[in-house]
């Protein structure tokens, strides 16, 4: 392919210094418009006939131009592109996955009686997306039972009920039943929660 150019290329320069020798050799006059349009057309001629030649020898495009290496460029680009974009797709569902079910443990342990602080989860790059840890930082709620109570009992002084941490404090046994619970509704391994 690299030849038929070469040879090519220099067809056309020999034409064009042969028109250009030539135009300068002719004396003015009503005929050198004339002999414009034959070297013109000599140009032209020397151009196209390479091309023509080629395929009135019965030559495809695909076997003048190899693009077999451009097709395969092309295709390693697109399967490139391709697996891209679904590894971005499973990210992005794995993403939303974790979101909507730390938002369903905030929710199950809120309905518990307590309220969650912080909570990380961490799952696998398997094909279920398999818990492996649960974190949550965790506190009592409270009631309303309790805020009626402060607030019809006059003598409470409200220091030292802020400096009494009992009803915030969350014993192992709470703990334990939460990370019992955990464990049976999210198919988890009781060790692989950690509750603060």
Known sequence: MIDFFSKWAQGIIVAVILATIIEMILPKGTCKKYVKVVIGMFVLFTIISPIIQVFSNGASFEEIFDLSDYEKIINQSEDEISQKIEDNNKRSIKDIYISNLKDNIKSAVENKGYEVSNCVVQVKDDENYTIEKIKLTIYKSKNENDKKIIINEININLENQ???????????????????????????DIDAIEIN
């Open 162 to 188: 802020e400096n009494t941490n009992d009803t915030n404090n969350i014993t192992e046994e709470n703990k334990n039943e939460l990370k019992e619970y955990l464990s049976k509704n999210y198919s988890v």
